[in-house]
């Protein structure tokens, strides 16, 4: 028996979405673009789902545009709109050091293009905190994007009073919601901001499958061109069968989260404790509240969590250090970094991202393997002699 | 038996991993990231080489996937670049040749990597060395050359000790090249014909010097080329630049060939001379290992091997000081290198070896 403890990276379809994106693969085949029946009957099944995840995000459907993931949403939010409101003169972006590489890196490369780009420096618990966002805005102010909640240490950032803060000065205020899709209740009118992306697979959707929601009367130029899709926000024959999956998934995503919510919670707090009171010399990373329900980071001295993770799935349990794409290389987690931990703490992090097949034996395994396999790392002598 | 198996993405190594699946060990495919690929060109551009690169590690996770074993990549960047690069530039600086695959195996693969087997519950760790390791009654271990003589690396294993000998297996030792390529076909392993890896994994132009100006510029300096008698005959950019026994770029006109017979890195020089000059018969090495864990009390009758394509030749060998031989070759041997090797064997078996001062 395996045990899968990496949801944060990507969850597993959840069977119901399996089921009718099979047979939307099979029947619903026809260009949602076309006059005629084959067409008519694509469009409905993605009127459905748009109408499911507009449902999911407490929003309108006709401000869901459908795109191919969390960084194709990303992309679009925020070359979108820094192309739209480049005209007005604003010329200036805020984000936050702990974002995904997604934002960052797309930050980045609109800095090689001539934007000023401001990143705000997180604290040691890994929260932006209101009074940077003052700091750093200015009338110059085209956007600002911080991510909801945070893939590798779970924390919820203030995004309500953040935006407030962005919309003074008038400046548009985009959320990277992929982490806290189907982990937090999502609204946008309370949430108070503009844009907010999502991607399917972090809630046992298909991968390939995103939305950005975007506020009406936000204007964007979108980066790819071509056809009208999308009310002219996103070009392309839509993937009608994962966007089903998508809606699918939203529908029980929505559905299932007043009690998944708690459930991981208790779990995630189980584990967490274990591990901190068997292995010696773990830390949690980043505050214990508010954080998703399902995540905790760890840091585990004198272990580097390369070895700790290859450990543990040789024994069965899948964990990531970091994100997953960081994983193959020994740059220690940005995000992490950003909160200043020291450098021996960044390369001891593992984080536990639990999930809807999760139990309670799953934790009481984890607890169990994860003590001796510290010891076991830690008392390494080379057979060389050399150490 | 729970078995590691070190994979480089060569042919070697990936029918070692197959030949221990499909004996029904329980495999577990590590390769070792060893070097940040961008770091190997000075234009800032990431650049690809040979061996040792991502396309490396994409084989062995293809041949990992083909036989249906886990395979994972061990990041040893840092330790590579203390153990095994450094030691690379520091002896071509003092002007002597440096064999890094040697400081890789015992620094790395029979030291962290098997540290990480042993922390893994692997009985052993596997590699693709032409190598064999056989046990007497008495439970020691003796090291032997691969059975196919045109492709044995024991050159560059002589440092294991009878500890790491006991953790470390070598599948295709017994086999030869061809076998082992008829294997990899046999296996469907897409490697199968994949050409042997020539250079230093590191240096994929197989340009030494240049990579030793990168790393080390303020240690290098200019110097002279001069003969047996000290007369100045020429001007050359650095002692990293030559190696015993070298004729070409020497940047001479003369009318006989000449060879590099000596560097002197304090002076900065290079000596030269005829190629009969090149012949030495005594040498010294330090940093001695005795597989069988014990230095002999007497001179020791043996054959000796300087470099990886040397024919071994008849010798005497004797511990001096602490981990110190002094050894005598029967006939003088072209081109002694400090730091090469120098392997001693008897018969086909490995006894030993230091480096050569």
Redesign the interface.
Known sequence: MRIYLDHNATTPLDPLVADRMALAMREVWGNASSVHHFGQQAKAALDEARGAVASFMGADASEIVFTAGGTESDNLAIRGAAEALEPGGRRHLITSAIEHEAVLNTMKALARRGWRVTILAVDASGVVSPDRLREAITDDTALVSVMHANNEIGTIQPIAALAAIAHERGALFHTDAVQSAGKLPLDMTSLGVDLASIAGHKFYGPKGTGALWLKRGVRLVPPASGGKQERNRRAGTENVPALVGLGVAADVAQRKLASEGPRLGALRDRLEAGILTTVTGSERNGAASPRTPNTTNLSIARVES??LL??L??AGIAVSSGSACSS???EPSHVLKAMGLSHGRTLGSIRFSLGAATTDADIDRVIEVLPP?VE??RS???????K | MRIVVAMSGGVDSSVAAALLAEQGHDV?GVSM?LYDQGQTTVSGQKAFGTCCTIDDLYDARRVAATIGI?H????F??QFGEHVVSNFVREYVAGRTPIPCSHCN??LK???L???A????ADQLATGHYARIEQDASGRYHLHRGADNSKDQTYFLFSL?Q??LA?ATFPVGHLDKDTVRAHAHRLKLGVASKPDSQEICFVPDGDYAAFVERQAPAALRAGTVVDGEGRVLGMHGGVHRFTIGQRKGLGLSTSEPLYVLAIKPDEAQVVVGSKDALGRTALTAATVNWVSGIAPSAWLPITAQIRHRHAAAPARVRATDEGRVELEFDTPQTAVTPGQAVVFYNGDEVLGGGWID
């Open positions: 390369e070895s290859i450990g799935d040789l193959g290389t020994l396999l076991k790392l390494l002598t080379t057979v060389g002699g050399r | 577990i990231q886990p994972y990549i061990v990041n960047e840092s015992s620094e029979f030291a962290e098997l540290d990480r042993r922390a893994y519950d000790t500890r790491q953790r």
